[in-house]
């Protein structure tokens, strides 16, 4: 007695569609939902206003054990509304964010902002932003 095989298109299989379709869709929410949690936030975040409204200075602190990066990005709003983001040199040394409190004080042309801020371990210091030195673009 022969058994013949079924036809390829015809094999039984035990997962169906409805099965298939729903353990997929859980598996790609459960990988963007590792990813979101993975990245972190920065420690600190400050957005300073200059107040004419057209320029932004956005503060951010991400630290670890070693050391912060710490970046300021200069954005000023072009006179089509359209916005051009650029950053400005912020070398600071340690391993504590130091923007979780900021005064900004703007320069009457809004060429500079003076920014004073209280860091862990000292006192009041203060960090001068000189916005034509605000050319990388990446």
């Given at each position: 007695?022969?058994t013949?095989?079924?036809?390829?298109?015809?094999?039984?299989?035990?997962?169906?569609?409805?099965?298939?379709?729903?353990?997929?869709?859980?598996?790609?929410?459960?990988?963007?939902?590792?990813?979101?949690?993975?990245?972190?936030?920065?420690?600190?975040?400050?957005?300073?206003?200059?107040?004419?409204?057209?320029?932004?200075?956005?503060?951010?602190?991400?630290?670890?054990?070693?050391?912060?990066?710490?970046?300021?990005?200069?954005?000023?709003?072009?006179?089509?509304?359209?916005?051009?983001?650029?950053?400005?040199?912020?070398?600071?040394?340690?391993?504590?964010?130091?923007f979780?409190?900021?005064?900004?004080?703007?320069?009457?042309?809004?060429?500079?902002?003076?920014?004073?801020?209280?860091?862990?371990?000292?006192?009041?210091?203060?960090?001068?932003i000189?916005?034509?030195?605000?050319?990388?673009?990446q």
């Amino acid at each position: 007695m022969t058994t013949q095989a079924p036809e390829p298109g015809d094999q039984p299989t035990a997962i169906t569609l409805p099965v298939f379709i729903a353990a997929a869709a859980a598996l790609v929410i459960g990988a963007f939902t590792l990813i979101w949690f993975a990245i972190p936030g920065p420690d600190t975040r400050q957005v300073l206003t200059a107040p004419s409204g057209d320029k932004f200075i956005e503060l951010g602190e991400l630290c670890n054990d070693d050391d912060c990066a710490r970046v300021a990005v200069l954005d000023v709003v072009q006179p089509d509304q359209s916005h051009l983001r650029t950053y400005c040199p912020l070398d600071r040394p340690g391993n504590a964010p130091l923007f979780a409190s900021v005064v900004a004080v703007w320069a009457p042309a809004e060429d500079s902002v003076t920014l004073q801020f209280t860091s862990p371990e000292g006192p009041p210091e203060l960090l001068t932003i000189v916005l034509a030195e605000c050319t990388r673009t990446q």
